[in-house]
């Protein structure tokens, strides 16, 4: 016989997570809580309800045809900084399953980790840190806190998303752009949960083995390439051995590079509960007061990725297509400020109204970095193209 079924609340959602969470792990009903007070969801916690906000957001949408490695018009199968958002999410979450850690939390976390980026992935933002050198810089850090925080209007009662003080932490503390001038109000001096930890290690992990992907499409590297890395040949190794030596090229490249994630996150895994363990973790409190990062690969695979990182940056970031693509990236953006700042009048209604009130080159740089590639790509021949519909 079928039990009746009764709508699972918030108070049993938290009893679940008490009981089946691991004692270092973040729990729902922790959460400093948000800048502005709202009611609590009577179904869902507040890290699912901080998920759900960022879905929903314009930013999030833009991440479509915002640029990984290679800009959205060529092709439709390299990977945009959304579907590389997407990827990190379930690299996350698998990782917080296996260490018994929030997932909701992780997801959050990862699926809002690039919303400050502007177009053209890091060449746009060298451009808009060398333009605003003289009014704070750009940090995409700081630019997605604050497009959280302030520039998605979505709401009467307050500005931004309202997200969560775990999540807003872990955004100014994301990965190597972390500043401590950055992260003042966040306890700089303290180490972001284990959630916040593994999403950036996640982040690293999942850009690195779908940029081989890519580059194989892109013909920039080949298979005899990758030979000379050595996780890769253990990956490709691992593949061959099970599923035969008869694979075609597609095949082999998808099973591998996944094969490689799968290395390095058995290795996570294996690496931090020993560090946990060794440490005497037992609480959230004990991994924010660490010394150091309680997630992590171990020494022998750090200097393995180490070198496969090496081996990206010589063969596809700083391939001369690349370098082309990223010149001609800065040079899109540089025109398009310094023409908006020579006459703000150019700028949409709402943020010309903003130049009026607040400092001009923040809004310039909150509209620009708030572009798509091709949206950016058209501005440009909306100023600058004689013949261009405006």
Sequence with gaps: MIEEFSLVDIEAIHEREDA??????????????????????????????????????????????KTQVFVNHEGDHYRTRLTHTLEVAQVARSIARALGLN???????????????????????DALDELMADHGG??????????????????????????????????????????????EAFEPGLQPPLEAQLSDLADSLAYSSHDIDDGLRAKFITFEDLRQTSLW????????????????????????VSCLIDLQIQDLVETTLQRLKENGISSVEDVRSHQGLLAGLSPEMAAR???????????????YRTMKMQEKAKRFIRDIFTEYARDPRQLPPDYARQAGDDDLHQVITDYIAGMTDRFCQDEYRRLFHPYERI
């Excluded at 009611?39 to 309800?49: A, E, G, I, K, L």
């Excluded at 691992?238 to 591998?256: F, H, P, Y």
Aim: glycine fraction near 6%; aromatic fraction near 10%.
């Design 20 to 65: 089946t969470l691991a004692p270092y792990a973040m729990r729902s009903s922790q959460s400093r809580g948000r800048r502005y007070p709202e009611p609590d969801s009577p179904s869902r916690t507040v890290f699912q309800r901080d998920r759900d906000r960022i879905i929903h957001s314009t930013a999030f949408r833009r991440l479509e045809y």
């Design 103 to 125: 997932e909701d939390l992780c997801e959050a976390i990862s699926l809002s980790h690039d919303l400050g980026h502007p177009p053209f992935g890091h060449a746009g933002e």
């Design 138 to 183: 750009f940090n995409h850090n700081a630019h997605t806190l604050r497009v959280v925080d302030v520039l998605e209007k979505r709401y009467s009662e307050f500005e931004g998303l309202n997200l969560c003080w775990e999540i807003r932490e872990a955004i100014i503390k994301h990965g190597d752009h972390f500043s401590e001038t950055l992260a």
């Design 233 to 256: 040949g253990e990956a490709e190794k691992d593949v061959l051995g099970q599923l035969g030596t008869d694979l075609d090229e597609k095949t082999l490249a998808a099973r591998t």
């Design 305 to 319: 990725r180490a070198e496969l990182k090496e081996f990206l940056y010589s063969k596809v970031y700083r391939h």
